[in-house]
Each structure stands twice: as C-alpha cells, then as structure tokens.
C-alpha cells in the first residue's frame, strides 16, 4: 500500500490488493487480494471490489456500488477472468460491474470518463467505450458493447451480445435487441430507429454540412425502399470521403456482429423524448 493512501480502520482490505498513491478507502468497503486501484480512486463506503479487478487513477466509486464480482452465469466456474474500469469514471449508488466469463474474451471494460448512474449493471463481458453514459437503472446483457459518448436512458434494458455505435442515444426504458448504428437514436419498447444524435454530434465537432449528409444518408439507409444490401453500397459509392457516413457503412457491413440492425420506426413525439433532426433536440 501507498504510504500517501487513506484507508479507514473498518475497510477490509485483503493481503495482496494494491492501493496506489492518493487512494481513499472509506468504511466498510471490501478488496479482495488481485485488486489494483490505481492513483487518486476513491471508494467512499460500502464498496465491494473483487477478483482480478483494475480501477484506474481518479475514478470514484460511491456507496454499495459492487464491482468485478462473478459473472450471472451458471457456466462460470471461477475460472480466471477480469474487470477494468478506465481513469476518471464516476460509479454511482448501487452500481454493480462483473468480471468477464470464460465464454467471452476474458475481461469486462469500462472506459475513460463514464459516468454510470446508481442502480446500473454492465453485465459479463461489456465493453463500454470512453464518456459513456449509462443513467439510472440501465440494465446491459452479457457482451453487449457500447461505443465512445454513447447515452443510455434511464431504466432501458439492452439485450446480450448487442452492440450499439459510437455517439448512439437511447431512449428512457426502451427495450434494445438489436443493434444501434453509430449516432442513431432509438425510442420504445422494441426500440425502433426513428432518428440521429445531432446535437451529440455538433457538440463534438461535427459541422452543418457533415449533418445534413448524414441525414440524406440516414434517409437513404432506414427510410427509403429498395433493397437494404444495394442501398448501402449506393451510399458508399454516393459519399465515399464522408467520415459520418462511412462509419455508419462500415458497422452495417461488420460480419462480427451478431444480430440484426435495429428496425426503423416512425418519430417520436418530441414530449416523448423523440429526436427534432431540424431543430436539433437530442443529448
């Protein structure tokens, strides 16, 4: 342990963890003897950290949150797996994050600058991108993976092995099975596409120009008859050197996914949550 540590006297701390320089250790958490906490990570109280399990410099952790505990599954032997959580994520009340199964690539990652809400669960598996969003109560299935800035909803349940793209937004309480493409929005129970994060977008750099291509490009994709396969080479060919759109491209070409894209559907109303892509509501 860290000389500059601070562990409270009821923490119990096995022989074996890491506390790395800066740490806090409030009363009553619990770290079993493979976890490393690096520089500056702070567990308020309550906290359980298990396994072999890496919390990375200035993350927080608050109370009765459970972190790289067993896999849900009934496969799952204690085989040796792993948990990652990224620097300067914030872990709300109740979160619980468990450590990978045998079934998938061996780790369960969290990336830089999360924020999951209380109550979240990133199931086995997951691998979350950097700045991603979970709010209060989302719920992921096992190896589901969710792409850098995406936000997902409060109380939204997303099914295993789905993968939702970079910058995608979920709606509160919608019910994903299939998978988002990158900056889609998605809305209801089954979520259905029924528009694009644009103000995410701006926020992040995108300009007018860029949007209003990806739009025309959306359209052409999720809106517009034909046949889905020739549409998406009609798109490659029409906008080969926008980024947006070619991003958009290459996850709906990815032979790796495992499950169909999310259907299209009709726009929200905007009381509902529902994306304006002329007026540009959206996160």
Not at 100 to 125: E, F, I, K, P, Y
């Amino acid at each position: 342990m860290d000389p500059t540590a601070s562990i409270a006297p009821n923490a119990a701390v096995a022989e074996g963890a890491v506390i790395g320089p800066g740490c806090r250790i409030g009363p009553f958490c619990s770290l079993g003897p493979e976890v490393v906490l690096e520089a500056d990570v702070e567990l308020v109280s309550h906290v359980v950290v298990d396994g072999a399990t890496r919390i990375s410099a200035g993350t927080k952790v608050l109370s009765f949150a459970a972190i790289g505990t067993p896999p849900q599954d009934l496969k799952y032997k204690n085989e040796p797996t792993r948990c990652e959580v990224g620097p300067k994520c914030l872990i709300r009340e109740g979160v619980t994050i468990h450590r990978a199964s045998v079934g998938g690539g061996g780790v369960t990652r969290v990336g830089a600058g999360c924020m999951l809400m209380a109550q979240a669960h990133v199931a086995h598996d997951c691998i979350l991108g950097d700045g991603v969003i979970l709010a209060n109560n989302v719920m992921l299935g096992g190896h589901v993976q969710v792409g850098d800035g995406a936000f997902i909803g409060g109380g939204a349940a997303v099914h295993q092995t789905v993968r939702i793209g970079r910058l995608a937004m979920v709606s509160g309480l919608a019910g994903v099975t299939n998978d988002i493409p990158p900056f889609g929005y998605v809305f209801g129970l089954p979520a259905r596409l029924v528009g694009f994060n644009k103000i995410g977008l701006l926020r992040r750099g995108a300009s007018r120009d860029q949007l209003r291509t990806l739009r025309l490009a959306n359209n052409l994709l999720f809106r517009d008859p034909g046949e889905f396969a020739a549409k998406v080479d009609q798109a490659a060919t029409r906008w080969p050197d926008e980024a947006l759109v070619q991003e958009v491209i290459g996850f709906v070409r990815d032979m790796t996914r495992r499950r169909q894209l999310v259907r299209p559907g009709r726009m929200a109303a905007p009381e509902l949550g529902g994306v304006d892509e002329e007026n540009g509501e959206g996160a």
